[in-house]
């Protein structure tokens, strides 16, 4: 999971034109991307989505609102400052936009060029990149020899060889076969494992399969941004609480929307034992010890949770719960969990015959 | 920033497309050669009027004060050479006369064609060109002429002894030297000033050379030229005018320059070369910059500077500009060689010429980046995306 946020835009407003003319594109968008994200941006074109990609990428000057971008306050950059913000953006534009008098390594190079790197580092830098989008065998062509889903590998060759550490892309497989279409999922995927922030304006659902956020932008909007893989796995955590067992996939779902994120440091007290109870917990990662009166009695790991007893008797923490390590929790209150038990009938019994078992 | 290594992208979108290389090349070179051709006749014309005065042997030169033009005749007193003989810094002096469109009769035919003759005195060593110099025995026979090979070939192209008729006598050809045409005469013979006066004073009693077209002075060893031509200027009367010999040379190269509108024409006619090639450059990169708008814009997104994709229409500018000129100097040597052999007008591709002619090239190469490069300076990354 991620630490320290790549991208963090809050507030982001943007207007196209002056005067009469001037339209409101970005609507105070608020949106954080850890590092190493593979974040898919989803929307009807118009919607907003490019405009807040080129605010990350420096291409436009910010307008309203604050946008960090690998800690750096992009308001605050001169021109020359976006220029050198730059460089640290890999940018894949839908058009290759490749030049015709370049061998596919002399255009993979001029990315390279900006780098300090000898020249035999960049020949070796270029002629990596396009062995690992399958041109090794192509290096010395020019676009006007190679095919279109070859000239859009060399594109992405080009963006990715500088190692980036954002990298931004506009339909990036639109033209690739399958085979070719996973083998630069892959390279995006191992990028992103090296700590590249990736954004993708995308349909291509092998793409989707390997983010990790889809942002649907609508009308200027963020209007949704969900994790699928954690979503998937937090319902299946929470498929597993007796309480919520009956539950549909869609109401799960809708539940693990609902979850908090809360981190806490190895021997963080996170329930006291005699507390009024308010929350529901469910362990992303880690481990914690669940101690009743000084007495160790378990430890509960990924995938376990604790909490609900005092919710549904309505009394009382009967233990006192201490994280063992760095332990991510999700949270669920009180009134959400209410709302969420209503929905599953006959849960009070079945939970109480839990409980009853647990001890 | 060094470019060692980097991707030549400048030289890569002017030469990948052989074709386009070539036509591009092509039209940068038809107007280097259109530049040349009109310095290389302008030169042709100034340089014409010094060659053969350039072959003189003299530290200073008295010449008529109101002559304005070596070849119209304005003699002055031959009096006010032997004045300057008597000035102490003053070794020798030699006069120098010129005949202009005195009638010679071809060899081989009947027709009668005009040239310019000069005389001076074969004791006297009036002339630098060793091929007259050393034909100065020769020449004290009477009626002997040295003549011009470069003379158009109307005049029969005469070698050593020939023999045939110039004003009212017979003449025999003692040798030949390299002048060449110039505007007001298309060829040259030197003889001695006693054959020179029977031509132009036939049937006079006592016949005498009393008015000089160029007197030649030359100093002692070791005399200050400056000082004597002061010197000169103060001891002599008004008409007539006292030059270094360089200053003479300089004047007469000048004076179509100066008191026609020839060098306007040329100049207009150069201008006009420029003006093309900068045109065809123009045509060139603006076409190819609009095929890599899209491209440009990327390399800003990569994080080019503005000026850096600038600097790349520039350098096709330039590369445009010196293979056109490289390939148009080497014509234009071919042009010279091929005109001078042909009308005997000396063309010379000097360095001087060509570089300026580069220059010149060059320069409406990179007006024409300027203006092509407007579009990909302004083109907005964000618009790519």
Known sequence: ?359 | MSSRGRVPLAWRNVTYNPRKFLLSVGGVTFAVLLMFTEVGFLNGILDGQVVLLGKLRADLVLVSASKANMFVAEPFPRERLWSAAADPSVESVSPVYVAMNVPWKHPGRRALRFLRLVAFDPDDRAFADPEVDGRREALKQRDTVLFDRRAAAYFGRPVDGVETELGSRRVRVAGTFDSGVDLPSRGTAITSDRTFLRLVQPGAVEPELKRVEIGLVHLRPGADAGAAVKALRAALPGDVTVLTFHDFLARERGYFLKNTPIGLMFALGVLMGAVVAGFICYQILYADVLDNLGQYATLKAMGYATWAIGLVVLQQALYLGLLGFLAGATGSGLLYRGLSMSTGFRIHLTAGRAGAVLALTLMACAVAALLAAKKPLAADPADAF
Do not use: W
């Not at chain 1, 839908?94 to 060029?113: P, T």
């Not at chain 1, 954004?199 to 889809?214: E, G, N, P, Q």
């Open chain 1, 1 to 359: 999971m991620t630490t320290t946020p790549s991208v963090a835009c809050s507030g982001i407003s943007h207007y196209f034109g002056s005067g009469e003319t001037r339209k409101q594109i970005l609507f105070s968008c608020d949106v954080t991307v850890g590092t190493g994200e593979v974040v898919v941006m989803t929307g009807p074109s118009g919607s907003g989505k490019s405009t807040l990609l080129t605010l990350i990428g420096g291409l436009r000057s910010i307008q309203e609102g604050s946008l960090r971008v690998l800690g750096t306050e992009m308001r605050d950059l001169s021109p020359a400052g976006l220029i050198e913000a730059r460089r640290q953006v890999g940018f894949i534009f839908q058009a290759h936009n490749l030049f015709d008098s370049l061998s596919a390594r002399e255009n993979v190079q001029m990315g390279l060029d900006l780098k300090d790197m000898t020249p035999r580092q960049r020949r070796e830098r270029a002629d990596e990149m396009l062995q690992a989008v399958g041109l090794g065998e192509r290096i010395t062509y020019r676009p006007g020899a190679l095919s279109g889903g070859q000239r859009q590998r060399v594109a992405i060759a080009r963006a990715l060889a500088p190692r980036p550490r954002i990298v931004l892309a506009d339909e990036p497989t639109a033209a690739l076969d399958g085979e070719t279409g996973r083998k630069v999922v892959g390279l995006f995927q191992q990028m992103a494992a090296d700590g590249c922030t990736i954004f993708l304006v995308t349909h291509d659902k092998r793409v989707l399969d390997a983010s990790d956020r889809i942002v649907h932008m609508l009308d200027g909007r963020i209007a949704s941004d969900v994790r699928p893989r954690r979503a998937l796995q937090l319902a299946e955590f929470l498929s597993k609480v007796p309480a919520f067992s009956t539950l549909t996939p869609a109401a799960l779902s809708e539940v693990s929307e609902q979850l908090r994120e809360q981190r806490v440091g190895a021997g963080a007290t996170v329930v006291r034992e005699g507390e009024a109870g308010d929350a529901f917990y469910l362990i992303g990662e880690g481990s914690v010890a669940v101690t009743i009166k000084e007495r160790e009695v378990a430890t509960l790991a990924t995938g376990q949770f604790f909490g609900e007893a005092a919710l549904l008797k309505g009394e009382p923490r009967n233990a006192t719960v201490t994280s063992r390590e760095s332990t991510l929790l999700y949270v669920l209150d009180k009134a959400h969990f209410d709302r969420a038990l209503e929905r599953s009938g006959d849960m009070r019994k079945q939970l109480l015959e839990v409980l009853f078992q647990r001890q």
